[in-house]
């Protein structure tokens, strides 16, 4: 069983770059076929999918926040990290990592808890100066 945990600054202040990383342990993020994925939900929204990385390293992002979100990993420490530049109070909210088996990329990536077999617990940034 994978256990994710993300950490990273609960505070950033406005026009920064944010970066979480989301570590796995119980497992490797380079198994087949796994996404690790990241996810958010800022106030009065719901769950927004916001990129994933695969197994062998490939990115994929939600278009809109494609200009400003990369996803990285590091495989010698089981871990991968978002960044995010030019943040805005709008991006205050908590960040998700997540993982599961995808044999092909979905054309609608799931948002829920329930749809992935591994759901980190969250991390709360706010944005703000």
């Known amino acids: 069983q994978v256990r994710l945990q993300e950490s990273g600054p609960g505070l950033v202040k406005p026009s920064q770059t944010l970066s979480l990383s989301c570590s796995a342990s119980?497992?490797?993020?380079?198994?087949?076929?796994?996404?690790w994925i990241w996810i958010r939900q800022t106030p009065g929204k719901g769950l927004e999918w916001m990129g994933a990385?695969?197994?062998?390293?490939?990115?994929v992002y939600k278009p809109s926040l494609a200009s400003r979100i990369s996803i990285s990993r590091d495989t010698s420490r089981n871990q991968f990290t978002l960044h995010m530049n030019s943040v805005t109070p709008e991006d205050t909210g908590v960040y998700y990592c997540?993982?599961?088996?995808?044999?092909?990329?979905?054309?609608?990536?799931?948002?829920?808890?329930?749809?992935?077999?591994?759901w980190g617990k969250g991390t709360l940034v706010t944005v703000s100066s």
């Open positions: 997540a993982g599961r088996y995808f044999r092909q990329l979905p054309e609608n990536w799931p948002t829920h808890p329930h749809e992935y077999k591994y």
């Open positions: 119980g497992g490797s993020i380079t198994t087949n076929y796994y996404y």
């Open positions: 990385i695969s197994y062998s390293g490939g990115t």
